[in-house]
């Protein structure tokens, strides 16, 4: 029988499930920013293949806009991360006797 006590004792679950969906979010935000530069004559254009899939439904991309969040993302994801870092070392320190 095998007991969730990490999940009870500490906050890890919803952590590391914040961690999974900052990883979903800063592939989006990718994805977004690809298909911006892909549109673009220079830098960082890939080969023209047609029209990109959902560029029309979404309109112009602001790619400065797009950077921030990403930059936004990537603080909330090291923030969890090191929340995440904390509770397992508590958890370590509390099962140690210290």
């Given at each position: 029988?095998?007991?969730d006590?990490?999940?009870?004792t500490?906050?890890?679950?919803?952590?590391?499930?914040?961690?999974?969906?900052?990883?979903?979010?800063?592939?989006?935000?990718?994805?977004?920013?690809?298909r911006?530069?892909?549109?673009?004559q220079?830098?960082?254009?890939?080969p023209?293949t047609?029209?990109?899939?959902?560029?029309q439904?979404?309109?112009?991309?602001?790619?400065?806009s797009e950077?921030?969040?990403l930059?936004?993302?990537?603080?909330?994801?090291?923030?969890?991360?090191?929340?995440?870092?904390?509770?397992?070392?508590?958890?370590?320190?509390?099962?140690?006797?210290?």
């Open positions: 029988m095998s007991i006590f990490v999940g009870r500490t906050m890890a679950n919803q952590l590391k499930a914040s961690l999974d969906v900052s990883v979903q979010r800063t592939r989006a935000i990718a994805d977004r920013v690809a911006a530069t892909a549109q673009q220079g830098g960082f254009s890939l023209e047609g029209a990109m899939p959902g560029s439904e979404e309109g112009p991309i602001n790619i400065e950077m921030v969040s930059a936004d993302e990537q603080l909330r994801f090291e923030t969890t991360a090191r929340l995440l870092k904390d509770a397992y070392q508590g958890l370590r320190e509390a099962l140690k006797g210290q």
